[in-house]
């Protein structure tokens, strides 16, 4: 929020125009951090470790966002039923008060209450630190096993009823429906979530394929729209440039459809040129190599500015978005949202912070055109710009295929067509 200035609801600042910062991606951030697990991705940390998550949130707010999401992804109780077994070493605290939290939060409550108590916490951490910056705090559901399963409508609903519950008792000021595959289930999301009366937003994790049914943007938005969003738009799976894309062609649906809606987009900051329908899940290098593909700064205020030459007024960020990530898109968009977060006291615009170096050569990189030419280099030796593990079975046809692609390398597709031939 601008300093000074009134609390306005989500809709009303959508509504006058204004640019919304979302924050960026908890749930990747924190299990670099050591507090989520990869495979099962619960938000447990929220009642185990209030403190990590309140350091993240913090750490958005001072970066810009002007919403802090709950940190309650896949906090529906069937998923953390299925969040898998205990390590086969035991964990060792290094506080006793770790050790005793870990008593009272482990397995001691049955799944429901836990879920309870998780959405409990991850609004009260929310909601702290969002009064601390005058920001907005949306509550977030996102898809179940349940709907895998093959449940239900109804099953499905009261999943995400209970939920919704949390959050209205903890009065977020809106809730958004994220990462979801299949629009069927997100339009039972919002469903449920209309009956807050309460702002909605859903966001599906798809590219310009569409979701998994085979379901094309345009469409899925429309059918977001018309379950009673109030805000469609995609987020996580794909990088800012088929996000951006992706949402496009949902606003071109609903534009056709005679339908208004307000955009959201909140991309992954990993470069995935290569993926297809299912985005980064599909890389090689998903969940634990993706480094090299991160965004920079640069290319954050890049999306920041297509993003908003789209018509997309929520842009924030998914997994991989770290807090100098929003930063980035808060320094892009100051100009239309009238002030520069409190990180940049930290972070000269464009690099100016460099002019104060000691070395010549890196003071002459105080400019803007010298980070917008840089074409970094991944930093790994002998590593193509896309990656093939060994144990690929590769054929002639996919050979050939890669071969249309603009993104492989002449190296790769040498390496492709020698494979496919030892494979024939
Ligand atoms: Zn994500």
Redo the contacts with the bound molecule.
């Keep these: 929020m601008a300093p000074g200035g009134a609390k306005k609801n989500i809709l009303e600042r959508l509504d006058a125009g204004e640019v919304v910062l979302g924050d960026g991606?908890y749930?990747?951030e924190l299990e670099k951090r050591g507090y989520v697990k990869a495979g099962p991705y619960t938000p447990e940390a929220a009642s185990e470790h209030p403190e990590a998550v309140r350091q993240l949130h913090r750490e958005f707010l001072r970066a810009g966002a002007d919403v802090l999401q709950t940190f309650t992804f896949y906090a529906s109780d069937d998923k953390l039923e299925n969040r898998g077994n205990a390590p086969r070493f035991t964990v060792r605290s290094r506080s006793s008060r770790e050790i005793n939290r870990r008593k009272i939060t482990t397995r001691s409550f049955c799944f429901e209450s836990q879920g309870k108590q998780i959405n409990e916490a991850a609004c009260d951490l929310a909601r702290e630190v969002a009064d601390e910056g005058g920001v907005l705090v949306a509550g977030g559901v996102s898809q179940t096993p349940s709907y895998l399963s093959c449940r239900s409508e109804d099953e499905v609903k009261a999943v995400f009823m209970k939920q919704v519950e949390v959050f209205v008792q903890k009065n977020v000021d809106f809730i958004i429906a994220e990462?979801f595959e299949h629009v069927e289930e997100a339009e039972w999301a919002v469903q449920v979530l209309k009956t807050t009366g309460k702002p909605t937003a859903a966001t599906l994790?798809i590219g310009p394929e569409g979701d998994l049914n085979g379901v094309a943007p345009g469409d899925c938005a429309v059918r977001l729209v018309r379950a009673g969003a109030d805000i469609v738009g995609v987020?996580?799976?794909f990088d800012p440039v088929t996000a951006v894309k992706t949402v496009k062609m949902m606003k071109e649906g609903v534009e056709k459809a005679g339908l208004k809606a307000h955009y959201m987009v909140?991309p992954?900051a990993y470069h995935t040129p290569d993926c297809k329908r299912q985005g980064f899940i599909e890389l090689f290098e998903f969940p634990f190599s993706l480094e090299p593909r991160l965004l920079t700064r640069w290319d954050i205020q890049k999306y920041a500015r297509e993003a908003y030459d789209s018509g997309i007024r929520y842009i924030g960020g998914?997994?991989g978005f770290q807090p100098y990530h929003t930063r980035a898109l808060a320094e892009e968009l100051a100009e239309e949202r009238g002030f520069l977060p409190a990180a940049s006291e930290k972070h000269g615009t464009w690099g100016s912070g460099l002019e104060m170096h000691t070395k010549p050569w890196v003071r002459a990189r105080a400019r803007r055109e010298y980070w917008e030419k840089l074409k970094p280099a991944s930093g790994r030796p002998c590593c193509p710009s896309m990656s093939f593990p060994d144990e690929w079975g590769v054929t002639k046809g996919d050979a050939e295929l890669m071969q249309q692609k603009e993104s492989t390398t002449q190296d790769q597709l040498k390496v492709l067509f020698e494979k496919s031939a030892t494979n024939q």
Excluded: A, P, V
């Design positions: 991606g749930l990747f990462y994790c987020n996580c799976h909140q992954l998914c997994c």
